[in-house]
């Protein structure tokens, strides 16, 4: 078929669409609520290939705008929808020109007659922060769509392109693109109740057997490599570190526009906070403040001081120093560099010190990081890693949405972690070498903190995947 037959079908189709989206109701409603849980309430959002508009206008956007090349299906989304903005445009031939937060492309690829022009032409439509979100059904599911359609359950498509994961990963990187995760959804596509519930929220989203799914959501975004230099605060949670205090400052490289060093002391019994104190009449070159938290945990002292940060990007440095400062820079780079935008330190990688870690500790961390990729739909191989860094207009909208989660985090890691992944943000990991600590001993009980971990765990999988 010619791209022209492509507009006719559709074109010819547009009065009956809407009969078959109430026939499909179910499906139809669960894209809904997938796209809903992805894209955050008030933003700029434009879906390419809008149909009637339905699944824009469930997303609840500030600002709203659907295309679609069939002048007929937009006639039908402008008579439903008002309050949104639509326009006949065919993305391969795209007019349009303003950017927006997020684009959704859903069931589109399939029909594209260059789904690569497509792709190229999106880049105008992006700032830094635009997320694009895909959605194609999985290939698996040719035979039983086809018989649909034959026994009339399903309306009839023209053959359809057929996109497996990498292939619509390779097309995204040639133009630009950088995925960020891929969710694999819906088992039933039917509304059966009690079953409709076991096999789309619990089967469908478990290893391995998510693969089988019909839905498969890519959340991409652009990427820009040049370098964006930026002013950074290093926050210190300090407790019972004093004879860490000063090397902490003296260890630092010097990197980016303006270095702002946060000391935020928990009731330390060794005189940590008279020693951060000195040190920072020792060291008056450098821009150095000192609070003390009101509250308990290296979450709440993190959390703190966030708030009083003025750097552009926001960076924890654990005071135990076992993640070496000198280390930092390369942080800093990925994260100027536009290579992610929540950057996780990992220490699973290099052979550590031999105190470093203790074995059911670092077997502990290893299965938390396979068991966070999976619920994150992100890689992550250290979960635990003190050090983390992003830019504070991120953690500004990690902050706004917490309420989400709650506070349910006393160590700062995983309030980050789930925040960035809610926020789809990219998360990179950055290898250190982990140190044997110089001063003090760990505030860690294993099995303690193990068991808050597991919980957390459990948290998690409710909140983000099993949804």
Not at 42 to 56: F, Y
Not at 293 to 300: C, D, L, R, S
């Amino acid at each position: 078929m010619t791209k022209q037959g492509i507009l006719d079908f559709y074109r010819s189709t547009s009065t009956k669409r809407e009969k078959w989206n109430k026939r499909n109701h179910f499906y139809h409603k669960s894209l809904e609520k997938y796209f809903s849980f992805i894209i955050p309430e008030g933003k700029r959002v434009i879906e390419i290939g809008c149909g009637s508009g339905n699944l824009l206008n469930a997303v609840k956007p500030v600002y709203g705008v659907g295309t679609d090349f069939a002048p007929e299906v937009i006639e039908i989304a402008e008579t439903k929808y008002p309050h949104l903005h639509f326009r006949v445009d065919d993305i391969e031939e795209l007019q349009l020109n303003e950017t927006f937060d997020y684009i959704i492309l859903s069931d589109l690829m399939g029909c594209l007659w260059d789904a690569q022009r497509a792709i190229h032409n999106i880049r105008r439509l992006c700032h830094t922060q635009t997320r694009v979100i895909i959605s194609q059904y999985n290939f698996l599911w040719e035979p039983v769509i086809k018989f649909l359609e034959f026994i009339g359950l399903k309306q009839k498509q023209p053959n359809q392109n057929w996109f497996s994961i990498k292939d619509t990963e390779g097309l995204l990187e040639l133009e630009g693109f950088q995925m960020i995760k891929v969710s694999r959804k819906m088992w039933l596509p039917v509304y059966i109740p009690i079953l409709h519930n076991i096999f789309n929220r619990f089967i469908a989203n478990l290893p391995g057997l998510s693969h089988l799914g019909l839905v498969n959501l890519c959340i991409s975004r652009p990427v820009l490599n040049e370098e964006s230099p930026s002013s950074v605060s290093i926050i210190i949670p300090a407790r019972n570190e004093r004879g860490n205090i000063e090397n902490a400052i003296k260890r630092t490289p010097v990197f980016g526009t303006h270095q702002e060093f946060i000391y935020i002391e928990g009731n330390s019994s060794d005189n940590t906070y008279e020693e951060i104190l000195r040190v920072q009449v020792a060291y008056p070159d450098k821009d150095i403040k000192v609070m003390k938290q009101t509250g308990k945990g290296k979450g709440n002292a993190v959390r703190e001081a966030f708030d009083a940060a003025t750097g552009d990007i926001l960076m924890i440095l654990d005071a135990d120093l076992t993640m070496p400062p000198e280390e930092l820079p390369k942080f800093y780079n990925a994260l100027c560099y536009n290579k992610g935008e929540f950057i996780n330190g990992c220490r699973l990688v290099y052979p550590m010190e031999k105190n470093a870690m203790r074995f059911l500790n670092l077997l502990g961390n290893k299965f938390f990081g396979w068991l966070f990729s999976y619920l994150l739909g992100q890689r992550l191989k250290d979960t635990l890693c003190g050090t983390k860094v992003l830019y504070r207009k991120d953690y500004e909208m990690i902050k706004a949405k917490r309420a989400y989660f709650g506070d349910f985090d006393p160590f700062g890691d995983f309030d980050l972690i789930f925040g960035a992944a809610k926020q789809n943000l990219k998360i990179v990991e950055v290898i250190i070498r982990y140190r044997d600590r110089e001063y003090g001993s760990t505030q860690i009980n294993r099995f303690r903190h193990g068991l808050l971990l597991i919980k957390m765990s459990f948290f998690a999988a409710r909140k983000i995947k099993f949804t």
